[in-house]
């Protein structure tokens, strides 16, 4: 099949039954019974027993890591107190369900597959075609008024309840991480897992799909490949057994390798990366197979509506430069060979790169291991090519790109570029983020969902480049019936150019802020992460700091004075996605320049 999966249901937090769901795509030319026929033949694989006396063990194993996971965060640990109350289960039996796992069998497997998995099950087929979908009339929606400074009893008395304030924590080098020199062209970041013994190693090399758009079929291609000792099944094998996972994501302009599993493994699972980043094999079938996939899940986002606003708005903010106009496409992918993709991946490992380590292990013992088992050649590691940010569209007037299709709803997103990066204005975004926008308190959502009913969903973001020359842009998306696209669009349009001022909201947008910035710990996870992102942007370790203090000392007309300068009345690039014909095509028109734009316009396949 092109796509499989399946998980359980227990419902333990609510005493219900449970289900077990399994999922497929079938591949081209393959019917949808064919899938179910399929599925329904792994279940009878475990009412036989026909699985390795090896695999309960590692999936007790996988268990234990996602429990330690879990533990890491508060959210978690509460989640399952809460889960366990919620079921009348006594706490210390909750606690100890690792321990009873532990002691499955193969012959518990099968005896629990034979009772449940029989005929008892409901078979659902998505098929393409024409709905004849009845018609509702629309009722008359008033507006309601809303008076911001209405306050709840409940909330009053949670508010007034009295609380010592928590100090801000920073990030401090040396202390909260160290940097080691692997050799001259590589750098090791280093920080602690205090919690368990769970390691996460990233690889990050600056090559992305902009400067080789194979990678993304590379990586692809790396999780069907094999090695000289290991089949792709056997390597998952290998792997599971391990308690290791190794990923491969591929974005702009970086590409990265994430190991992570236990640290007692950490030896033995660089070697097997090594592996399999450097001896990677595959079958002409495997490549062949992997190409009609592809091209199968291309057509299938040239008729999804969230792929579609993607393409849309990339064409919109990029133009030719927009990554769906940048793929190989089917013809070229057809012309690719497995071994090509290969030496893509194995090639990566020649440029300089970082390696960034969270785990249990001191920084001197994972040296220690990478000196033994991440052979790198010793010849001087190759520069990658320069960053280039790709700009944004700067329109002399609002442009407004139309994508006709019959869905239920419409997506409608509003952007506008702004001026590269700087950490000047960033204490004013936070700030206006959190008053424009603000989650179910904000301007947004009270404006556009509350009081006018015109969207399902709304939001709105500042967003800051990621680099020091990276543009900052203004997104703003919503949701909502077709026929009100033109007017939530014509509101939307509104509040962006004309925020209403509210003392009050800002007053709680401050507060909000400076709570956020006393409570909020950055994870050991997250850690590195962060200080990368410092890095990039060219500011100091630990910017939050100085945000602190100015937004301690902002003014509501200091968001007032950004909003003027960086968001209002710039040209936008609005993008929608719906049925045309349930639009007020001579009001959207009254926006800007206007323009449908078809599906071979913003794919090239």
Not at 78 to 89: I, N, W
Not at 254 to 267: A, K, Y
Not at 383 to 393: F, H, K, Q, S, T
Not at 491 to 509: C, G, H, N, V
Request: proline share 4%; glycine share 6%; with cysteine.
């Amino acid at each position: 099949v092109r796509q499989a999966g399946s998980w359980t249901t227990s419902h333990n937090n609510s005493n219900d039954l449970g289900a077990q769901y399994l999922y497929g795509i079938p591949k081209e030319g393959q019917s949808l019974e064919e899938v179910q026929t399929l599925l329904l033949e792994q279940l009878e694989i475990l009412k036989r027993g026909d699985f390795e006396d090896w695999l309960i063990p590692a999936i007790v194993t996988d268990f234990k890591k996602t429990y330690k996971r879990q533990l890491e965060g508060n959210g978690s640990r509460v989640g399952m107190m809460r889960t366990a109350y919620l079921a009348f289960e006594d706490w210390d039996d909750a606690r100890r369900k690792l321990d009873r796992m532990a002691r499955v069998k193969n012959k518990d497997v099968v005896k629990l597959a034979r009772k449940y998995f029989g005929d008892n099950y409901v078979v659902g087929y998505r098929r393409d075609g024409e709905q004849d979908l009845p018609s509702i009339e629309k009722p008359e929606l008033v507006a309601i008024e809303i008076d911001r400074s209405r306050q709840s009893p409940f909330a009053a008395n949670i508010l007034s309840m009295p609380y010592e304030p928590v100090e801000p924590e920073y990030v401090i080098p040396g202390r909260d991480y160290t940097t080691r020199k692997v050799r001259d062209d590589i750098v090791l970041y280093h920080a602690a897992n205090p919690v368990n013994d769970l390691f996460t190693l990233r690889v990050v090399i600056d090559v992305g799909h902009r400067n080789d758009n194979r990678l993304p079929m590379a990586r692809d291609l790396m999780d069907k490949s094999g090695t000289p000792r290991f089949t792709s099944e056997e390597l998952k094998k290998a792997w599971y057994r391990l308690g290791s996972e190794l990923s491969l994501a591929v974005n702009d302009n970086q590409t990265v390798f994430t190991l992570s599993g236990l640290d007692e493994n950490f030896g033995a699972s660089l070697r097997l990366m090594m592996e399999a980043l450097t001896q990677l094999s595959a079958g002409d079938s495997t490549m062949d197979e992997l190409v009609q996939i592809t091209i199968a899940n291309r057509a299938d986002a040239t008729k999804d509506h969230r792929a579609i606003q993607r393409a849309l708005y990339q064409y919109a903010r990029q133009g030719e430069q927009s990554y769906y106009l940048n793929v190989p496409t089917n013809e070229e992918l057809g012309q690719l060979a497995a071994a090509e993709l290969h030496k893509l991946i194995s090639g990566l490992l020649g440029y300089h790169q970082r390696l960034e380590y969270t785990g249990s292990l001191s920084a001197s013992a994972v040296l220690e291991q990478l000196s033994a088992h991440y052979g790198l050649a010793d010849d001087d590691l190759r520069e990658p090519p320069a960053y280039e940010p790709v700009p944004i569209r700067a329109p002399e007037a609002t442009e407004v790109l139309l994508f006709d299709k019959e869905m239920a709803q419409a997506l409608v997103r509003i952007e506008s570029g702004d001026v590269p990066y700087t950490e000047a204005i960033r204490p004013e975004v936070n700030l206006f983020n959190e008053c424009f926008y603000g989650g179910m308190a904000g301007i947004v959502f009270q404006e556009l969902r509350e009081s006018r009913a015109l969207a399902y969903s709304a939001w709105a973001w500042y967003y800051t480049g990621n680099r020091q020359n990276e543009p900052n842009i203004m997104v703003a998306s919503i949701g909502c019936q077709a026929d009100k696209s033109a007017e939530a669009l014509g509101t939307f349009l509104e509040l962006i150019d004309d925020m209403p001022q509210s003392p009050k909201r800002f007053e709680e947008a401050q507060e909000a802020q400076i709570n956020s910035l006393r409570t909020s710990r950055l994870g050991f996870r997250q850690l590195l992460g962060a200080v990368r992102l410092w890095e990039r942007q060219g500011v100091t370790i630990d910017p939050r700091s100085w945000r602190f203090s100015q937004i301690q000392q902002a003014e509501l007309a200091d968001v007032l004075e950004f909003q003027a300068v960086h968001v209002a009345g710039r040209p936008k690039l609005v993008t929608v996605v719906g049925d045309l014909s349930k639009m007020d095509q001579a009001v959207l028109e009254g926006y800007g320049a206007t323009r449908e734009v078809g599906i071979g316009e913003i794919f090239g396949y």
